[in-house]
């Protein structure tokens, strides 16, 4: 029959390839034909499909610039929103209301955006004293201060030549603020700082009637040094104990009030204390009859304690 196989008969042998019938070179023959069949029904099928699949690419793109057309419209809206109200918020900042807790507990990010007081904000009032300050101005604005609830004042000497200035503004302040004076240390500038406070005035030494307080008269050619250093030796003695609380300065004349509020300076440095001192005018006692005639001499006295 046609594609029968032929056994060998030689065993033991490899059979040579030239050993084949005429029916099984047919069918090995009509085994391609196939294979090529097949091969071309399967090209014939991809084309098509191919073709649907370039379909569906082209309408998905297609379908999705248009989502990304219909998309890109909210987008832009969405956008100007956003800048119109980020210009609202530009011209016109919304109010938020912060709790006291969370503001104390919330530090700010950085010193530009803490928002407090102005920095280096004097703790009291400061009274500039120049050339052209006149005693009375200077105590008016002292007493202005008090009654707009000032605690006290700190008076600062812009001119040198103006210290007795202080002490006639002092001593002319009413009796009813019961106002003090005390020389502060100076700072970098060097000027001449005296603190004014009303209602205080320290505990003066238990004064008797044959006791006084010890007096010292300066005048314009006093050396505040030495004075400065007898001051001192009133209040506190060599190893530092405190000996007695009040002493008086008497003077007059604006060299004279200069160096007293110096020695007064110079004191409170020595002695490593606070020295406190109001001022009055008072008589001067001794008056000759031509004086007397031409009209009463009247002193400055500072009364200095200790604090």
């Known amino acids: 029959a046609c594609g029968a196989f032929v056994p060998w008969a030689g065993a033991g042998r490899a059979m040579p390839s030239s050993v084949f019938t005429r029916g099984s070179a047919s069918a090995g023959a009509a085994h391609v034909l196939a294979r090529v069949a097949r091969a071309a029904e399967g090209e014939a099928e991809a084309v098509p ?24 419209e909210p987008v832009a809206e969405q956008a100007q929103e956003v800048k119109d109200t980020m210009g609202q918020l530009l011209v016109e900042p919304p109010a938020v209301e912060i709790e006291a807790e969370s503001k104390a507990t919330e530090p700010p990010a950085s010193e530009s955006e803490a928002t407090g007081p102005a920095l280096n904000v004097p703790l009291f009032p400061e009274l500039f004293v120049t050339n052209h300050t006149m005693p009375k101005n200077l105590m008016s604005a002292i007493v202005a201060n008090f009654n707009n609830g000032a605690r006290a004042v700190e008076l600062v000497l812009a001119d040198p030549r103006s210290k007795h200035t202080i002490l006639g503004a002092l001593a002319i302040v009413p009796d009813a603020f019961r106002a003090s004076a005390t020389v502060l240390t100076r700072r970098r500038d060097r000027r001449l700082r005296l603190r004014v ?9 238990a004064v008797g009637e044959a006791e006084e307080a010890e007096l010292f008269y300066v005048s314009k050619t006093s050396n505040v040094t030495s004075m400065g250093k007898a001051l001192k030796n009133k209040f506190v003695d060599y190893a530092g104990n405190n000996v007695h609380r009040t002493v008086k300065l008497v003077f007059k004349g604006a060299q ?37 005639k031409q009209g009463k001499q009247v002193s400055l006295c500072a009364t200095l304690t200790a604090v």
């Open 49 to 72: 499909k191919a073709e649907a699949v370039k379909e569906a690419l082209v309408g998905t793109t297609e379908k999705a610039a248009e989502r990304a057309a219909e998309a890109k």
């Open 197 to 205: 406070q009303q209602h205080w005035r320290p505990a003066e030494d």
């Open 256 to 292: 004279a009030g200069s160096n007293a509020i110096l020695a007064i300076e110079s004191a409170s440095r020595e002695a490593y204390r606070e020295l406190a001192f109001f001022v009055k005018y008072q008589e001067d006692e001794g008056s000759s009859e031509g004086e007397e």
